[in-house]
């Protein structure tokens, strides 16, 4: 309880924060249209070829891109903003901040700040999906929309997880900008069925940088395409994710120096 009320802190903080700059939330609207519709175009472009590729319909590459937006607003929402705060603290040596305060240091500096207008993407990804959903005249039971909210939450998870380890890495490397662009162009990727990329591609963004998980898993869910085994082995790669990348942050703490040090 300690922690939730921490978090209702930030929140309304970063939103009174946020507030000063509501010009930001149309630009980012408006951002996030003309990205859809250029997805969606290219897309129905393909589809205008044949009516599934790799056995996706258009309606389920719909949803595909819907979870897509959906994942992408959350990360940008909650995880990226503070992981990259946490980069510029140690490149400075400003961590001490975090560190001195009586609470977990790896919560303090992962739900600090929520970047409210990033709410757009993920207002685009529901509406997305609910049409998409009604174009496959699909009945979502409740163990669909289970496997789903599961699958998804643990898609973030190993989003979050696999950018705290990068983020770890600062302690011994002054910048990592570079290999954030990288993970970016292979989320980007993660838009279009895994299945029609090459084999040693689909490997790398199951395994290496795990798309599949974050973003295909969850489409499938939510489509009645996933296995229902599936989404228990996403649960273990979530908390395998999470637990090892906590470990790694204890573990490069002790290499930090801060401005005090």
């Not at 946490?86 to 919560?107: A, C, H, I, N």
């Not at 509406?127 to 699909?138: E, K, N, T, V």
């Not at 643990?154 to 002054?174: E, H, I, K």
């Not at 069925?193 to 795990?210: K, Q």
Request: glycine share 6%.
């Amino acid at each position: 309880m300690r922690y939730l009320h921490l978090f209702q802190v930030f929140f309304r903080t970063s939103v009174q924060t946020d507030m000063e700059y509501r010009a930001d939330f149309f630009t980012r609207v408006l951002a996030s249209l003309l990205g859809l519709l250029t997805t969606v175009g290219a897309l129905s472009v393909a589809y205008n070829y044949t009516s599934h590729i790799k056995g996706w319909s258009f309606a389920q590459a719909l949803v595909l891109i819907a979870v897509y937006y959906l994942m992408d607003g959350l990360i940008e929402m909650f995880i990226a903003p503070n992981m990259r705060n946490v980069m510029g603290q140690v490149r400075e040596g400003t961590l001490d901040f975090v560190l001195l305060k009586p609470v977990s240091s790896q919560f303090m500096a992962s739900f600090r700040t929520v970047n409210i207008w990033r709410i757009v993407n993920v207002l685009v990804g529901i509406g997305l999906a609910s049409w998409a959903i009604s174009r496959l005249s699909l009945t979502v039971g409740v163990s669909q929309a289970l496997g789903f909210a599961i699958t998804l939450a643990c898609g973030l998870v190993v989003v979050y997880s696999f950018w705290l380890s990068l983020v770890t890495l600062t302690f011994w490397f002054v910048r990592l900008e570079n290999i954030e662009q990288v993970v970016w162009q292979a989320f980007e990727a993660g838009r279009y069925p895994i299945e029609i990329y090459p084999a040693w591609l689909r490997g790398t963004l199951t395994y290496a940088v795990p798309v599949a998980f974050i973003i295909t898993v969850p489409a499938q869910a939510l489509t009645g395409r996933l296995d229902g085994g599936f989404v228990w082995i996403s649960v273990l790669v979530a908390a395998a994710a999470a637990t090892l990348s906590s470990l790694f942050w204890r573990f490069g703490l002790k290499f930090y120096t801060g401005a005090s040090a």
